[in-house]
């Protein structure tokens, strides 16, 4: 007579093959992300074992897959000694550190008697993933305990927490009912394996899972998560493992803390191999056979950061030969075998000054921060989107508050919440506008949204048209950036206002639709050379109300300089020759609003020209109006810039125009002239000269 053990369908027959099946699936997804059931297939498994385990609870086993998440919360966690140092790596910001990095290791190796140095230039490259350490332990194949780092010495017991971690195999690959092998090669078995293994790996959430996480604390009116990181931490040490179940953690595993008795594998690349074999998730990793491809690597990935779905703050570089690293020793708490390629902080804190509202549009009032500039991933950072007055107030973001500034995929600053215990008491509340603040009309809320609007289809705010208008011909002349691109970037929270245009980066603009390499850089040369258009040219892009190209002129011209314009009273424009009363008070009214001063101290900033030489700005008293009553048209390269030989016209009482016609009296070519004007003009009959026959023009009078 067989033993109910021994018939193969018994309940624990049937249960040992489920969890072997089923931990052969959990390898397979995690591991080889190669599932060969559906999602539905594998609960079905799941459900089958835990029916036959509620009918015989003496059938469950450590191991089993339905053990993930455990019963009451503890009362706090106790403390693990680990079975060797935890501990961190030295920092490389760029290629040239890397290399020292190599030149210090070698000299110590050469110094200490150090054999096998050429084995130094092969290396292994792994992401660096800005997660939670964790350490794991299995004895005699099974997971026994699981700790935080700590302080590299003493950590934290997480174990309840790590088994509803689903990427974390309760089991090693080989464990089965009877230790005999796995279901598919069967090249590890239970005699393969150290009795006690130990391994070091890091806790992270998928950006999916946080941002999901975020909509639905959101939704709920609760205060949302800083990052995927600080929320996996969090999760890890929550007292009761049922709240930990519910954030989605993953764990990838990289190097052996712990493998006795006998000896780990001998290289970086042969650990992960045997790392995946026995079950663990490992990450994605190269080998270089010299240190300039590792670097070369390195130095080309900091724009792919994003690409593995969790967050990234650089890359690992590790001598291959674990021996060798071994026997290099450490640096104080750092291990002289490898070294982290940081990239860039794209988070940093600053202090929220002032917030500002733009209209979109669409007419959606958009709070913007204003923010003491601040470093973040190579860009200085002076302002950033606040999304809604929802937001602010959900997040609690008070003006004079220190933030935490991000930018989302390394391009778009946002501010992510305040650092409350940086408080003074001296901040104040942020209370959403009841009225448009730059037409005055009341706004509106629709229903079912967050934002505000102002529905007056002629407001003045409108960040497009206000683009749209600063970039236009008229104004400071950037080819090849329409209504489109100028929508593109507004909805991208590339801009706040005009002079955001001028910090524009090609790695923003590639991220948007439509534009490759060549197109973004054709855009930031357009961009790069408006900036030093003639004053009037400024004055007409920045939009003040009744300003047009005579009254910018003049205003030029009496001036000579934004900042000279700005300190004028209405009554003192009114003094010249062109400057009516409104237009007067129009400019002073201007003038007087502080977002125009921080605006013209930006374009300052970024280079745009605010004052024109004496050259450039010629009365028309100051010279002879030998042009007068005559129209000109420029085309080609010339000696000097457009805008000069413009200005020289003009001020000897020329007009010049953009395009030719029966009213055109000379067309000026230079060289590489446009072919449609010289062929119309051609057409037409008007004369075309070079630039000496126009200074002989203004000598003949």
Avoid at 282 to 303: H, M, N, Q, R, V
Avoid at 406 to 420: C, E, L, N, Q, T
Avoid at 456 to 481: Q, S, T, Y
Avoid at 522 to 534: E, H, T, Y
């Amino acid at each position: 007579m067989t033993t109910q053990s021994s018939d193969p369908i018994s309940p624990a027959a049937r249960a040992a093959h489920l969890r072997a099946e089923l931990n052969e699936h959990f390898y397979r997804y995690h591991v080889l992300d190669a599932p060969i059931v559906s999602d539905a297939e594998y609960d079905a498994l799941i459900g089958e074992l835990k029916k036959i385990e509620e009918a015989h609870p003496d059938l469950i086993t450590p191991d089993s897959p339905t053990q993930r998440v455990g019963g009451a919360a503890a009362e706090g966690f106790a403390k693990v000694r680990h079975a060797s140092p935890i501990l961190s790596l030295p920092n490389a910001f760029d290629g040239d550190s890397i290399r020292a990095w190599r030149e210090r290791i070698q000299r110590y190796a050469e110094q200490n008697g150090i054999e096998h140095l050429e084995r130094l230039d092969e290396v292994v490259v792994e992401p660096k993933i800005d997660g939670l350490t964790i350490v794991l332990t299995y004895e005699n194949g099974l997971l026994t305990q699981a700790a935080t780092r700590g302080d590299g010495t003493v950590g934290e017991d997480i174990t309840a927490n790590a088994r509803t971690i689903k990427s974390v195999p309760l089991a090693l690959r080989g464990k089965t009912e009877d230790g005999g092998r796995s279901l598919d090669d069967g090249r590890w078995t239970m005699d393969d394996l150290p009795a006690k293994l130990s391994i070091r790996g890091e806790a992270f959430m998928f950006v999916k899972d946080f941002d999901r996480l975020v909509a639905e604390q959101q939704a709920q009116g609760k205060t949302a998560y800083a990052n995927p990181r600080n929320t996996a931490a969090g999760a890890l040490r929550q007292l009761d493992p049922r709240i930990t179940a519910q954030k989605t953690l993953n764990v990838l595993c990289y190097a052996v803390v712990d493998w006795s008795p006998g000896q780990a594998p001998s290289t970086q690349w042969d650990t992960l191999a045997a790392l995946k074999n026995m079950g663990f998730p490992t990450p994605s990793a190269k080998k270089f056979s010299t240190l300039d491809e590792a670097i070369g690597y390195c130095e080309s990935f900091a724009s792919k950061r994003d690409s593995f779905g969790f967050e990234i703050d650089g890359l690992v570089i590790k001598i291959n030969d674990l021996r060798l690293a071994a026997q290099l020793g450490f640096v104080g708490r750092d291990p002289r075998g490898a070294i982290a390629f940081k990239f860039p902080a794209r988070e940093s804190t600053t202090k929220l000054l002032d917030v500002v509202v733009n209209v979109g549009r669409t007419g959606n009032l958009t709070p913007n921060a204003v923010l003491e500039p601040v470093q973040i991933g190579g860009i200085t950072i002076s302002n950033a989107t606040l999304h809604n007055y929802d937001d602010i107030a959900r997040k609690d973001i008070r003006i004079g508050d220190r933030v935490m500034v991000k930018r989302a995929g390394d391009v778009i600053p946002y501010v992510a919440g305040p650092v409350v215990a940086a408080r003074t008491g001296e901040e104040r509340v942020i209370e959403p506008p009841t009225h448009c603040p730059f037409c005055g009309t009341q706004v509106t809320r629709r229903e079912g949204e967050v934002a505000l609007f102002c529905l007056n289809p002629d407001c003045p705010g409108k960040l497009d048209r206000a683009i749209e208008h600063f970039v236009g011909r008229g104004a400071m002349d950037v080819e090849g950036l329409g209504e489109k691109i100028v929508i593109q970037l507004i909805d991208a929270g590339l801009i706040a206002d005009v002079a955001d245009l001028y910090t524009l980066q090609k790695e923003e603009l590639l991220n948007l639709e439509k534009f490759g390499d060549k197109k973004a850089q054709n855009l930031l040369d357009a961009i790069g050379q408006s900036k030093d258009r003639p004053l009037e040219r400024l004055i007409i892009g920045l939009g003040i109300r009744h300003i047009g190209e005579v009254s910018a002129k003049a205003l030029a011209r009496h001036f000579g300089s934004i900042d000279a314009l700005m300190k004028a009273s209405a009554d003192e424009l009114q003094l010249i020759d062109g400057v009516g009363p409104i237009v007067a008070g129009s400019v002073a009214e201007w003038s007087a609003h502080e977002g125009n001063h921080r605006l013209v101290e930006k374009l300052k900033s970024v280079g745009v020209r605010t004052a024109d030489e004496p050259s450039a700005r010629l009365a028309s008293e100051d010279a002879p109006q030998v042009f007068a009553g005559k129209t000109f048209v420029i085309t080609g390269a010339h000696s000097i810039p457009r805008e000069e030989m413009q200005a020289w016209i003009e001020a000897r009482g020329g007009k010049v125009t953009d395009s030719v016609s029966k009213k055109t009296h000379f067309v000026v070519v230079g060289d590489a002239p446009g072919a449609g004007k010289t062929s119309k003009a051609e057409k037409l009959g008007v004369p075309m000269i070079g630039e000496e026959e126009l200074r002989a023009l203004e000598r003949q009078g």
